[in-house]
């Protein structure tokens, strides 16, 4: 009963531990992208309304005032077009940071396999 699976070797153990330090780095890497993801779509739903209303107030406004409000219109559109930019450069920077916890969770669960314990299953005929 004592004969127990033998302890891992401390160069092993650290790459395990290592791994783990960088699983937890990238999935709060993660979280963090996510959450800039959901503010940016926070954001441009926000100027998508400014532009709207700023397009009512350009209807009606007086013609001496316009050349201005259709600037600001403008500027709001650019910035608009900007955060969109944001939000791509974002998801795709999200897309790698899920990737690179796939690379990682990837050799831990092929380890964790049956064949980790027997080495290659070989089926005979």
């Known amino acids: 009963a ?4 033998p302890p891992a070797p401390p160069a092993a153990a ?8 960088r699983i937890e780095r990238i999935e709060a890497e993660i979280q963090e992208v ?10 441009i739903a926000d100027q998508k309304k400014e532009i709207k209303s700023k397009k ?3 209807k009606n406004a007086p013609e001496e005032s316009r050349a201005a409000l259709q600037a600001q219109k403008e500027q709001m ?7 969109r930019k944001l939000l791509v450069e974002k ?3 999200l897309t790698e940071k899920e990737k690179q916890h796939t690379i990682l969770l990837t050799p831990a669960a092929a380890q964790a ?4 314990a027997w080495g290659p299953i070989t ?3």
């Open 77 to 83: 559109e650019d910035d608009l077009r900007d955060m």
């Open 56 to 58: 009512a107030e350009l």
């Open 113 to 116: 396999g049956p064949s980790a």
């Open 2 to 5: 004592a004969a127990a699976a």
């Open 14 to 21: 650290a790459v395990g531990a290592t791994d783990a330090g």
């Open 34 to 43: 996510k959450a800039e993801i959901a503010e940016v779509r926070t954001d």
């Open 91 to 93: 998801e795709n920077q």
């Open 123 to 125: 089926l005979r005929g």
